[in-house]
């Protein structure tokens, strides 16, 4: 039959296509729509089935590392914005994120960095610690990049 209706795919491909895009995405949502899947039967398949559930774990971990990825190297190496004189771009500028970078720090090295936010114990010699401390790593990297 030359004009035989296409067969829908699966539910076994489709959720295999819902991983696919989870790892591109770490969307639930968008995945579940782009791979005609139901979130509330994906979320029921996760309940039940540990394999998918795992499968969906690993999904989200790795567009979560690719995402974190891109942050440090944005807060690394700034982002280039364009500068415009007289409606016409003249230029670029890089901006450095400084927030983006303690968030990063903090999360990353929570023991140094979370103690720069502990003002409210009154405790300055503490606080002039965690700031000898940042300030030493921050050399630290300095020289890291120099050597590189």
């Not at 303690?102 to 405790?123: C, H, I, T």
């Not at 002039?128 to 921050?138: F, M």
Request: hydrophobic share 40%.
């Amino acid at each position: 039959m030359a004009t035989e209706a296409r067969k829908k795919p699966t539910i076994a491909a489709r959720r295999k296509k819902f991983l696919k895009k989870l790892a591109q995405t770490a969307n639930v949502s968008l995945s579940a729509r782009h791979a005609a899947i139901s979130t509330s039967a994906l979320y029921a398949h996760r309940q039940k089935n540990e394999t998918f559930a795992t499968a969906w774990d690993e999904a989200l971990g790795e567009a979560l590392d690719e995402l974190e990825q891109l942050v440090i190297e944005r807060a690394k190496h700034g982002v280039e914005k364009p500068v415009y004189f007289g409606g016409k771009l003249i230029g670029t500028v890089r901006n450095y994120s400084d927030a983006l970078a303690m968030f990063l720090l903090k999360a990353r090295r929570p023991e140094v960095y979370a103690r720069l936010n502990e003002e409210q114990s009154g405790d300055a010699d503490g606080d002039a610690a965690a700031r000898a401390e940042v300030l030493r790593r921050i050399e630290q990297l300095g020289h890291a990049d120099d050597a590189a």
